[in-house]
């Protein structure tokens, strides 16, 4: 069975790195490649198709990848689910041919892991997961720099992103690499994959390593921030920063007690999450309500306007008329001949006053 290999991780983490290193190593990318920007000049290695599909999903949940919300269980029985699978579907097989095993890259895929996970099954793929992580101060002042994105909102989006990462990936085979290890010791990483994944390389790491090291250029990073700057500063209070711990210690070791950690921060996570979509739909709710009450004035506006439109329409067909009576009148021949009497009889005023 083929080999589906998911990276997954917060947007600015280091995916798109980690996807090209494994595609050098030889893992089969999608052939609808995204194009290089200024913000990620070595290029995105994910297909345009599958960032498109996503955003779809995610725009027909009123969601986004800037906003911290997770997909509801429910919908991945619905008749909507169904009708992007057959996307997926047809997207899979149109951009991974053959039978090698492949990589499929998107960090919105954290917050859908669970509907590619099924697609990549459905598709005759073994799905296997590489979670990569980096300073959630790094990745914020990142965003900043190319979407002015606060602080705060920020790491909430990289810790509901790592959860959801995390929560849907414990019945596949994973392993957990840092942004920090791939740029330090890219081998390591390289055989950590292969060992965790089961995947004989295409291409033997001593032969790749001089590609691999030309493209691994550390100009490329931009921000540095160390677990000890994290937790001393006021950036990460409470929830944030119990989430932090808790993914260091799942990378350390993924066991039962810490995934039971990262459970409790998202239990905690979702509580705050329901409160404050509560909040925000009650003010959803008064806008519409404000929007509504607007459409109204404004109807009645457009009425009255219409209104005085014919009013004026109107005066203008009756200033016409007599405009045309007086000057018929002016030109008929007794307005003529009565002129001397009506020079006459100003003169006569003229005296008299």
Same mark, same amino acid.
């Given at each position: 069975?083929?080999? !589906?290999? *998911? ?11 980690? %996807? ?32 498109? $599909? ?7 949940? #009123? ?6 919300e997770g997909i509801p269980d429910a919908w991945l029985e619905s008749e909507a689910c169904q009708g992007f699978e057959e996307k997926g579907l ?32 459905? &598709?005759?793929?073994?799905?296997? !997961? ?7 101060l790094e990745i914020a002042a990142s965003l900043k720099t190319r979407d002015d994105l606060s602080l705060p909102h920020t790491t909430l989006l ?17 392993? *957990?690499? +840092?942004?920090?290890?791939? $740029? ?6 390289? %055989? ?37 700057? +994290?937790?001393? #500063?006021?950036?990460?209070?409470? $929830? ?16 039962? !007690?810490?995934?039971?950690? $990262? ?5 905690? *996570? ?8 509560? &909040? ?18 404004? %109807?009645? !506006? ?28 002016? #030109? ?22």
């Amino acid at each position: 069975m083929r080999k !589906a290999v *998911f990276v997954l991780g917060m947007h600015r983490s280091g995916t798109s790195a980690l %996807a090209r290193v494994l595609n050098i190593l030889g893992l089969q990318l999608p052939k609808d490649l995204l194009p290089a920007k200024d913000d990620n000049e070595t290029g995105f290695w994910e297909t345009r198709s599958v960032v498109q $599909l996503n955003e779809e999903i995610l725009g027909s949940l #009123g969601s986004q990848w800037k906003m911290a919300e997770g997909i509801p269980d429910a919908w991945l029985e619905s008749e909507a689910c169904q009708g992007f699978e057959e996307k997926g579907l047809a997207l899979l097989q149109e951009e991974y041919e053959g039978n090698g095993p492949f990589l499929i890259k998107d960090p919105r895929i954290c917050i859908l892991a669970e509907f590619w996970i099924k697609l990549v099954k459905q &598709f005759n793929a073994s799905p296997f !997961a590489v979670i990569i992580s980096r300073n959630p101060l790094e990745i914020a002042a990142s965003l900043k720099t190319r979407d002015d994105l606060s602080l705060p909102h920020t790491t909430l989006l990289w810790l509901k992103h790592v959860l959801e990462a995390e929560r849907h990936t414990r019945d596949i085979g994973r392993c *957990f690499v +840092t942004y920090d290890q791939l $740029l330090e010791d890219w081998e390591t990483v390289a %055989a950590k994959v292969a060992t965790s994944s089961e995947l004989v390389w295409k291409t033997n790491p001593d032969e790749a390593q001089k590609e691999i090291n030309l493209f691994l250029s550390d100009r490329h990073r931009h921000h540095r921030n160390t677990d000890e700057e +994290t937790l001393k #500063g006021e950036s990460f209070p409470g $929830l944030l920063r119990n989430g932090y711990l808790a993914w260091q210690a799942i990378q350390e070791e993924d066991s039962p !007690a810490n995934r039971l950690l $990262l459970d409790k921060v998202r239990e905690e *996570f979702e509580f705050i999450e329901q409160a404050c979509h509560s &909040f925000m739909r009650e003010k959803n709710a008064e806008i519409s309500h404000l929007h509504m009450r607007i459409k109204e004035n404004s %109807a009645k !506006a457009a009425e009255e306007m219409e209104k005085l439109r014919e009013e004026i329409r109107e005066t203008n067909e009756n200033l016409y008329y007599w405009e045309s009576k007086v000057s018929k009148m002016q #030109g008929s021949f007794s307005w003529k001949a009565t002129s001397p009497l009506r020079w006459l009889r100003r003169l006569t005023m003229d005296r008299f006053r």
